[in-house]
């Protein structure tokens, strides 16, 4: 199978197998005489591993390791957790600070009046610790006495 073949099969698109190829993540793959690459169903599998491992939010270099994990039958499966169970608290930390960083938003959110006035908590949130900036410039209305 050709490499477009081979990108409809698992919905790696052609560039990005490519790319797996340049860095080393898959075996290169053979060639045509015409110096085609060809992908047999071996390759097709890892390709598809890599698209759900990427869709699951593994890094590339954890990819790298689950994928030469996989590729060694006699690998133990610990191995394997481990890897999956450090993703996992990475999730759920970053999922936590998204958490959080949601919740402030919502409250700004809803102490900010969206009105015609210029006072706004959300940018008063955003601007805390910072150095004030210039002065605004007051207009002052002269009275003629």
């Avoid at 598809?48 to 006699?74: A, H, N, V, Y």
């Avoid at 958490?99 to 015609?116: E, F, K, P, V």
């Amino acid at each position: 199978m050709n490499i477009g073949q081979a990108a409809k099969a698992t919905g790696v698109s052609a560039k990005m197998i490519r790319y797996y190829d340049e860095i080393g993540l898959v075996r290169p793959a053979s060639r045509t005489d015409s110096n085609y690459r060809e992908y047999d169903a071996k390759e097709i599998n890892e390709l598809r591993f890599i698209k759900r491992g990427r869709g699951l939010g593994f890094s590339m270099e954890e990819i790298t390791q689950l994928l030469s994990l996989w590729r060694d039958r006699g690998r133990p499966s610990r191995e394997v957790k481990a890897i999956a169970d450090r993703h996992l608290a990475d999730l759920d930390a970053r999922i936590a600070e998204m958490q959080a960083m949601a919740a402030t938003l919502r409250h700004l959110s809803h102490c900010c009046a969206g009105d015609d006035r210029p006072d706004c908590p959300i940018l008063e949130d955003l601007t805390a610790g910072q150095e004030p900036g210039p002065a605004p410039v007051q207009r002052t209305t002269s009275r003629r006495q």
